[in-house]
């Protein structure tokens, strides 16, 4: 029979409800009610919708195989309903074959090829394949993909033929039901998601559902579904926009306060999220709304329900959300909203030169994590794992060809004139909820998360089912009953044996993704599995890995830690592989002169050095630490220090490094360096003021004293040490550094009344009260007259018991200076209270001593038998005293 495939075109309102009309007129004289697997088909959409962004987004590959099988089974049967119904099927539609197309190109980026055809194709991937295995002294690979990173791309591969079937579907949704239907079901996903972040912020979950621990740091009223606030924010936008839109259209499916209280939800949650792009466009998607609807009015009939009405009730839900926002806002979130971080920018020029060397066929769907760092700029240890632009985002990794033909073919289906103003209200806040979320991730990527794309995915679908409505190619002939139901099935049945495949696919190539196996390589070498006997098998390890993830830097950096910590062979080839793929490695750098100062290389050490720092301000305190171990010498540490703020801050670690004691002309040499640089730096003056104050107890300093002139010497040495006390003060008027400068200034001067007298009228309003309220103890236990000493030991313990064993801490410390001071009666007091807050056989046996000498000999052989009963009455010596102590507190006294 043959069949009229005609063109699809859009169908006007009335003719959309004619034909649903006809349709169900049809079926119903054919036997009533759809069948049951097709009335199962929107339970399935809604399903994939939640089930998806409630799963932590889906991004996790064993819930995203869940949800694309679900996915699938959906997909087959709105075919197969399809093909029963003798209807055009919408997977024939320009968005479905795009998206269809798009996974078929992304499947193919990581299919294996011989190398020799990878160069000729993209020759920057068949240089990076080619030199994957060059730590091993092995050959390369006889076969590479054009994909940096295979394993991701299975798995985007999956996530993109997903997004086709939650489209078809959708669409299906769409034509039978309306796209209200597929609106709703966005909308209420959003607001569960806003429900259990809420929920989440109450319970002050650490955890997300009380079972997973996200593997970052989350502030509190952000642990929820969507971890990252972009991406809720993302999320929940294009959730208000279509509850807007539903609260204002003539035909709602959920009854107007149920929407508004779900707008309110919404809202209040999307401002709680802190996203300063999720915030910034909104505004400007209520007002696109706004302005497309009242163009829409001019042309179209209003609808019956009263606008004044809607419109007081919408006003009412978005000012209430506002409220909710600003009674859960904390000083967190305003700082969040403040922030001025611009490292995106620099991302974004980083990436260009990594479009000029993969421009045709991109580096591989999801392998722009691992590529990067050979690109990146910015210094750091910094992990990138996507352009947070989703145009450069596609054009990295499918290539700018790809990029641009999907983008232009999605923009061409989904222009306002072809999609949103043919439909109601509602079709129009969906619409522009998904120009609202495509703009923000222009700057904040979120369609990376399935849960995300899926919401888009369905959302567009609808609106795509609406508009064009599935029309009859023919009317199924009377004696072929069989023969079309074979057909829908055999079309149902192949789309879902794609699908699974797929998934079957990805489950075996792609579930080791990158940071699973960073994380299981680590774990290996931390448990000492990795050196001695261990080595060959971790080293097997580290080469699937790497073929797994050629362009990845972490694997040969691994490799060369274990191998120089096993001495199983020169970690130089692996730390030239991992500088190769990542320029600015801080890290690597700092392994590179550890390994070039054990061979005597000390200045290519100390280069190695300067350029971890310039790479990776985090390592300036271990590369400051190396440099003064590596040398005394000014003139060969300045060669170790960068320029700029950098450079000031490893010059101030030296000055602070080590002893205080100990070379102390080097340490002020660099303290006043960095003083020089950046006169501004609170740690350098505070370094220099120490080490003056250490120069100044040292009768035979040349700087501060010596039998020439010392007195005029030490004079210089106390002005200067005032002078860095009244910059530091400048600076910061509450810091303790510069009070702290003056008092052991005091000290020094044997002045410790005037310094204990200084302390306790500053340390209330001190950055550091604890420190100040210390050295205010020390200052009056140098004292003749003790009166203050017990007075400021109470005021110390009261600042410092935070908890049990900071208390049992300082009360120790209070004991050892009065034990120091000959005072063992007092010091008895603190070391019974540590004893007790925080027993430890140390502070058992210092009680004891304190008690002993004290006289307190009860109390002493009390603090032994305690101590005897944690080494399990196995202490013949411990016995022995306590005997003894028992005996001298049962002698009478003696008379004189």
Known sequence: MERDYTRLKPRSPGERRRAVASGAAARGRAGGAAPLPERAIPWLLAVTIAGSVLAIGAVHTPTLALVSSITAVAAALSLRASARAGAHSHARSLPALTLLGLAAYTLLQAAPLPLAWLELLSPASADVWSRALMPLGEAPPRYASI?????????????????AGVFVTAAFVGARHGARLGITLVFSSAFLAALTTIAHGLLGAKEVFGLYQPRFSVAAWHVGPLLNPNNLAGYLNLGILSGVGLLLTSRPLLPAWVTGVGLTTIVGVGIIASSRGGLLVLPLGLALFALLSRWRRGRHRPGSRSQGRTAWLLSVAIGGGALLAALAATNRT?????????????????????LADHWLLGVGRGAFETVFPAYRQSPGNIVFTHAENFAIQWAAEW????????????????????IALKGSTAAVGAWVGCAVLLTQNLFDLGLEVPGVSIALAATLGSLWGEAYHERPLHEPAADEPDAERRRAWRTAAYAAASGLALVALMLRFGWRDVDHDRRALRAMSEAGAATGAG???????????????????????????VALQGRSESPIPWLQRTLERSRRHGRAHLLLAEVLASRGAREQALLSLRLAVEDDPGVTGAAATLARQWTDSFDELVRAVPEGDAGAEMLERMATAGDRREALELRLRCAEEAIARAPSRVVARW??????????????????????????????CEQQIEAHATAIQRQQENAFFAVQLRARLLLVRKQSAEAEQLLAGSCERLDNRVGCLRLRVQAASQMASPERLPHAIRELLSASCSSLAACAATSTWAGDLLVARKDHQSAVTYYARAAQDEPTEERLLKLA?????????????????????RRGGNDPV??????????????????P
């Not at 080595?535 to 060369?560: I, N």
Request: aromatic residues 6%; proline residues 7%; hydrophobic residues 45%.
């Open 147 to 163: 994909s940096l990173d295979p394993g991701a791309t299975l798995v985007e591969a999956t996530k993109w033929l997903m997004y």
């Open 334 to 354: 305003l700082s969040e909203f403040a922030d001025d971080n611009l490292d995106k920018l620099s991302l974004f020029y980083s990436t260009l030169p990594l």
């Open 399 to 418: 290539g700018i060809p790809v990029a641009a033909a999907a983008l232009i073919a999605l923009g061409l289906a989904f222009r306002p004139g072809k």
């Open 535 to 561: 080595w060959p098998r971790f080293r097997g390890e580290l080469r699937a890995a790497m073929l797994r993830h050629p362009a990845e830097p972490y694997f040969p950096l691994l490799g060369a830690v």
């Open 687 to 716: 370094a220099a003021g120490d080490v003056l104050l250490a120069m100044l107890e040292e009768p035979s300093s040349p700087r501060c004293g010596g039998l020439e002139d010392g007195e005029g010497k030490r004079a210089a």
């Open 849 to 869: 001593n304190a008690a002993s000498e004290a006289g307190a000999h009860v109390e002493a052989a009390s603090a032994l038998e305690r101590l005897l009963q």
């Open 878 to 895: 411990l016995r022995k005293r306590i005997l003894d102590e028992k005996a001298k507190a049962l002698a009478p006294e003696l008379e």
